[in-house]
């Protein structure tokens, strides 16, 4: 009997039409040695993994954070979601593009969750991420070659770095209540779900499906452990 042909990890992600693994890792690796995909850069890749140019070349044309020109030499990222928006993101974005669009050294590029809401509204510098205000400050340090490696915490009102107001994490805080009765036990995930319902939240991945419904549904399937997240 011939023996079945070894399926390589990685041809999942594709439809099994290439065989061996993704070449997504090898081209973010270059990218951030290089900063972009310079055109020989892909060739060698090719070359060195035995896999077609046009298979790395579509992978770079599909992708859109793949560059095939260099970048210039400042990046400026601006976050325009949910909680940028709501601490008055769009005034910053507005403020930045109308500063740095004309300058050819810098890139401004509105991008969804930098991850750090706790500076909302949010900016990157070269991957450095701060809280917009920040934003000259970087991009000086950035064309000067002096951007710190570690992102430096916006200090709160005691000046070091203590609660915000409204902080949700802050002892007393009455938000996420029903979470942090559902955690000591206070209430069962039935009263989580009711709870979820009457409030109507819905999710925010384009459907706008009803989140108590969802909980409803996830809790109602057989086995576990279950996550919600």
């Known amino acids: 009997m ?11 992600a594709r439809a099994g039409r290439f065989p ?8 973010n690796l270059i990218q951030e040695r290089r900063g972009w995909l310079p055109r020989e850069e892909p060739e060698t890749l090719a070359r060195d993994t ?28 601006v976050c325009r979601d949910l909680s940028c928006w709501l601490q008055r993101g769009q005034d910053q974005i507005d403020a930045v593009h109308g500063r740095y669009d004309p300058d050819p050294d810098v890139e401004v590029v509105e991008v969804s969750c930098l991850g750090r809401c706790d500076l909302s ?3 990157a510098v070269n991957e450095q991420p701060a809280a917009a205000e920040a934003t000259d400050d970087l991009v000086t340090a950035a064309r000067t070659g002096t951007l710190p490696r570690v992102p430096a915490a916006r200090p709160g009102p005691d000046g070091h770095g203590g609660p915000w107001p409204n902080d949700p994490y802050a002892p007393g805080e009455r938000r996420y209540r029903v979470l942090r009765s559902l955690l000591a036990g206070t209430l069962t ?8 319902q009457e409030a ?3 999710g925010m991945g384009g459907a706008g499906f009803p989140a ?8 109602g399937q057989q086995g576990g452990p279950k996550y919600a997240i």
Do not use: C, M, N
């Not at 011939?2 to 999942?12: D, M």
């Not at 061996?20 to 081209?27: D, F, H, V, W």
């Not at 108590?212 to 809790?219: C, Y």
């Open 189 to 196: 995930p039935d009263q989580v779900v009711a709870a979820l």
């Open 212 to 219: 108590g419904r969802k909980w409803e549904l996830v809790a």
């Open 200 to 202: 109507g939240l819905r």
């Open 50 to 77: 035995r896999r077609p140019l046009y298979e790395v070349e579509g992978l770079v044309s599909f992708y859109p954070h793949y560059r095939t020109e260099p970048p210039p030499p400042v990046a400026v990222h």
């Open 20 to 27: 061996g693994p993704s070449l997504i890792p090898a081209l």
């Open 121 to 123: 509204p949010a900016v």
């Open 2 to 12: 011939t023996a079945g042909r070894v399926r390589v990890p990685g041809v999942e």
